[in-house]
């Protein structure tokens, strides 16, 4: 089923580098690489930028900041390098990291190369060639809730893994760090969403329900499937954003991206993950599963929903002000801010319903 593997493409003439200097530094760190390395893209990854290397003997994945970028937050590769490979030992799904280079003469950042996990990746619909019916898409949606449950379990403390995050608190660092952003990404004609802001800080839990691993970023489009059984996970990508955290905080932030069969036209509009097929888990079956795979309470997810989906609506209007301040010109963000706007409506509807 090779034509089901997520495949690389072109590189982009903009996003090169220098290859001679990577294959000497690489050779100087990775035994046994043969011959002059042939570099490929992939497509997707917003934030960062990532290259498929194809020596004659190994095929590797290289993970950089886009051309221009500070190394903080999102676009930090020593971080999300560390995470990963002290993850690793506890997770097995996390793609061995090969290389860290924190030398920045060698392409101008920071990066890493991993190993490259063969395998097939959802993005906007499943493959036909998958052959999964409904039952079988069913099972799949079950063993993709199963890997964040894992990854939530991890005992962290005694590791290296306790000191990627601050720990107790994290809700009210989230709901008080998005609303600053918020406010400093709005423009003119925003919906300001004042009364959105003052019920997600009136109504946040008083305390975190738990503190673990979390990805911040889990979604279809970040997992690898083994393109021959494609009822099994064979990797997680994508950690940049994982820290330590509320583990609820994690589901309902991707719940934010889980589109379903029944949602109104313009949320359809935003699908870029399989979640409205046949056999998918609805949202409340994906958090009534995860509550019972826990044994944790989520029997009213109302806030945890309306975050997902108010995060999302910043980092829309976040991308929205730098086309309006013409710092990108990218013609498909000119409709971002209705976009942005939807979402606030859409967090209202859920508010308006709230028992909370």
Same mark, same amino acid.
């Given at each position: 089923?090779?034509s089901?593997?997520?495949?690389?493409?072109?590189?982009?003439?903009?996003?090169?580098?220098?290859? @001679?200097?990577?294959?000497?530094y690489?050779?100087?760190?990775?035994?046994?690489?043969?011959?002059?390395?042939?570099?490929?893209?992939?497509?997707?990854?917003?934030?960062?930028?990532t290259?498929?290397?194809?020596?004659?003997?190994?095929?590797?994945?290289?993970?950089?900041?886009?051309? &221009?970028?500070?190394?903080?937050?999102?676009?930090?590769?020593?971080r999300?390098?560390?995470?990963?490979?002290a993850?690793?030992?506890?997770? +097995?799904?996390?793609p061995?990291?090969?290389?860290?280079?924190?030398?920045?003469?060698?392409?101008?950042?920071?990066?890493?190369?991993?190993?490259?996990?063969?395998?097939?990746?959802?993005?906007?619909?499943?493959?036909?060639?998958?052959?999964?019916?409904?039952?079988?898409?069913?099972?799949l949606?079950?063993?993709?809730?199963?890997?964040?449950?894992?990854?939530?379990?991890?005992?962290a403390? &005694?590791?290296?893994?306790?000191g990627?995050?601050?720990?107790?608190?994290?809700?009210?660092?989230?709901?008080?760090?998005?609303?600053?952003?918020?406010?400093?990404?709005?423009?003119?004609?925003? $919906?300001?969403?004042?009364?959105?802001?003052? =019920?997600?800080?009136?109504?946040? +839990?008083?305390? $975190?329900? @738990?503190?673990?691993?979390?990805h911040?970023?889990y979604?279809?489009?970040?997992?690898v499937l083994?393109?021959?059984?494609?009822?099994?996970?064979?990797?997680?990508?994508?950690?940049?954003?994982?820290?330590?955290?509320?583990?609820?905080?994690?589901l309902?932030?991707?719940? @934010?991206? =889980?589109?379903?069969?029944d949602?109104?036209?313009?949320?359809?509009?935003?699908?870029?993950? +399989?979640?409205? @097929?046949?056999?998918?888990?609805?949202?409340?079956?994906?958090?009534?599963?995860?509550?019972?795979?826990?044994g944790?309470?989520?029997?009213?997810?109302?806030?945890?929903?309306?975050?997902?989906?108010?995060?999302?609506?910043?980092?829309?209007?976040?991308i929205?002000?730098?086309?309006?301040?013409?710092?990108?010109?990218? +013609?498909?963000?000119?409709?971002?801010?209705?976009?942005a706007?939807?979402?606030?409506?859409?967090?209202?509807?859920?508010?308006?319903?709230?028992?909370?």
């Amino acid at each position: 089923m090779s034509s089901t593997l997520d495949q690389a493409r072109a590189l982009r003439e903009e996003d090169a580098f220098d290859v @001679a200097r990577v294959d000497d530094y690489l050779k100087q760190h990775i035994e046994g690489l043969q011959g002059t390395p042939t570099v490929a893209q992939f497509p997707g990854g917003a934030s960062n930028l990532t290259y498929l290397l194809t020596y004659t003997n190994r095929e590797l994945v290289l993970r950089r900041p886009p051309i &221009g970028a500070k190394a903080k937050s999102a676009h930090d590769m020593l971080r999300e390098a560390h995470v990963m490979a002290a993850l690793k030992p506890h997770y +097995p799904y996390v793609p061995f990291i090969l290389a860290i280079c924190d030398d920045e003469s060698v392409i101008g950042q920071h990066f890493y190369v991993m190993e490259r996990l063969r395998g097939a990746i959802l993005r906007r619909d499943i493959p036909q060639q998958l052959g999964l019916d409904a039952d079988g898409v069913r099972t799949l949606c079950h063993g993709f809730i199963d890997r964040l449950v894992e990854l939530h379990k991890i005992d962290a403390s &005694g590791t290296e893994l306790h000191g990627i995050g601050k720990g107790e608190g994290y809700i009210a660092r989230q709901v008080s760090g998005w609303s600053d952003r918020w406010r400093q990404a709005v423009t003119d004609g925003t $919906d300001a969403c004042e009364d959105v802001l003052a =019920w997600l800080a009136g109504k946040q +839990p008083a305390r $975190d329900n @738990a503190t673990c691993i979390i990805h911040n970023d889990y979604r279809y489009d970040n997992v690898v499937l083994d393109p021959e059984q494609p009822l099994r996970i064979i990797g997680v990508l994508d950690w940049e954003m994982a820290t330590i955290g509320d583990p609820l905080m994690d589901l309902g932030g991707s719940l @934010a991206y =889980w589109v379903q069969a029944d949602d109104d036209a313009v949320f359809q509009s935003f699908r870029r993950q +399989p979640s409205n @097929a046949p056999g998918m888990l609805t949202r409340h079956e994906v958090i009534d599963y995860y509550g019972s795979r826990t044994g944790m309470s989520v029997g009213n997810f109302d806030f945890y929903e309306v975050f997902g989906l108010f995060r999302l609506m910043v980092i829309i209007q976040q991308i929205y002000r730098r086309f309006v301040l013409g710092q990108t010109t990218n +013609p498909q963000f000119a409709g971002f801010g209705d976009a942005a706007r939807y979402m606030g409506a859409r967090c209202r509807r859920i508010i308006a319903r709230s028992a909370l």
